[in-house]
């Protein structure tokens, strides 16, 4: 298994400003992806970030809205850029390994 | 277009009891399938999983079982306990893991498990 740990837990933002997210990997995982829980929802893949390779985004979801950073094995950032009150959401980053994915315990982001 | 459905927003059974949580998927391109539970304000926890080419896999208390025909699972629960109540989430994955493939999961089920 693996302990995937996420800063910050929450944050309460302005519109129009950005927010990045960081994601920590107790162990190397080649596969990490970014998952947005919107209010009600379940839980929609937002992008697969790899190391060494550019992120790959779902439909819907763009690099300049969410640039995601994969510098290695263990780490990954997202940001959400000019925000907006639709982007309240919680955030999760997960890491593959083998059969499952382990989750992170989220970022709670509140935009007024 | 939800390709996978849990159309129990909520169950509630008693402690020592069978807990079946239901889950229904479109896609026939699925082949791994998981469930998680999720505790407020935590990340959701992976509990289970099952390939397509099995129907029934089985972890302690959990079992999952898999009818494709119908394009349905669900994961039973026995005995259920207090501590089993939480969000449980089914997943689904197109590749033949779900470690390194997109994860299309459910609404969710709140279980409450009463003593």
């Known amino acids: 298994s693996a302990v995937i740990s996420q800063k910050p837990s929450r944050d309460i933002c302005q519109r129009g400003t950005s927010l990045t997210i960081q994601c920590q990997v107790d162990?190397?995982?080649?596969?990490m992806f970014w998952y947005r829980q919107q209010p009600g929802q379940s839980l929609t893949l937002i992008a697969t970030?790899?190391?060494?390779?550019?992120?790959?985004?779902e439909s819907g979801f763009v690099i300049d809205k969410f640039p995601i950073s994969r510098p290695n094995l263990t780490f990954s950032t997202l940001t959400v850029s000019n925000m907006s009150p639709e982007d309240s959401s919680i955030y999760l980053c997960?890491?593959?390994?083998?059969?499952?994915?382990?989750f992170g315990p989220g970022t709670r982001l509140t935009v007024l | 277009d939800q390709q996978v459905k849990q159309n129990s927003p909520s169950l509630s059974v008693q402690e020592g009891r069978i807990s079946i949580l239901n889950c229904d998927y479109t896609n026939s391109m699925f082949d791994y399938f998981l469930w998680y539970k999720k505790y407020p304000a935590e990340g959701p926890t992976f509990l289970i999983s099952i390939s397509s080419i099995k129907d029934k896999n089985e972890d302690g208390r959990f079992t999952v079982f898999l009818n494709k025909s119908a394009k349905h699972l669900s994961l039973h629960i026995v005995p259920s306990q207090p501590g089993d109540s939480a969000v449980y989430f089914c997943a689904a994955s197109g590749g033949t893991q779900g470690g390194s493939e997109k994860l299309v999961f459910g609404k969710g089920t709140k279980l409450t498990v009463n003593p």
């Open positions: 970030a790899n190391q060494g390779s550019e992120a790959t985004y």
């Open positions: 162990s190397q995982v080649t596969m």
């Open positions: 997960s890491a593959g390994l083998a059969d499952t994915q382990y």
